[in-house]
Nanobody, 114 residues
Framework: QVQLVESGGGLVQPGGSLRLSCVASGFTFSNYAMNWYRQAPGKERELVAAISGAGGSTSTRDSVKGRFIISRDNVKYAVYLQMNNLKPEDTAVYCC???????WGQGTQVTVSS
């Protein structure tokens, strides 16, 4: 069955960096676009970044442009979110999502605080 497992979250000071990973199984990974979403307490879930199956096309939401980079390794069945210059407003649970499969990971908590 389809599984998505995130890791890499944690507590970081403002201006710091984290790299989130999402490892997939149960499907042919390279055939599917992947997304990263986040949800902060009391707020709606929002799309952070997306990447095509081959990795040649990416997009990020305006609030993280220039700070977050999405990438993937189709050999390792993994998608990554490199987050730089983190701000307190980036605090949220981050989840990876396979839109065509409508499958979510369990999420990883990112907390940006001094």
């Amino acid at each position: 069955q389809v599984q998505l497992v995130e890791s890499g979250g944690g507590l970081v000071q403002p201006g710091g960096s984290l790299r989130l990973s999402c490892v997939a199984s149960g499907f042919t990974f390279s055939n599917y676009a992947m997304n990263w979403y986040r949800q902060a307490p009391g707020k709606e879930r929002e799309l952070v970044a997306a990447i095509s199956g081959a990795g040649g096309s990416t997009s990020t939401r305006d609030s993280v442009k220039g700070r977050f980079i999405i990438s993937r390794d189709n050999v390792k069945y993994a998608v990554y979110l490199q987050m730089n210059n983190l701000k307190p407003e980036d605090t949220a649970v981050y989840c990876c999502y396979a839109p065509r499969l409508e499958s979510w990971g369990q999420g990883t908590q990112v907390t940006v605080s001094s």
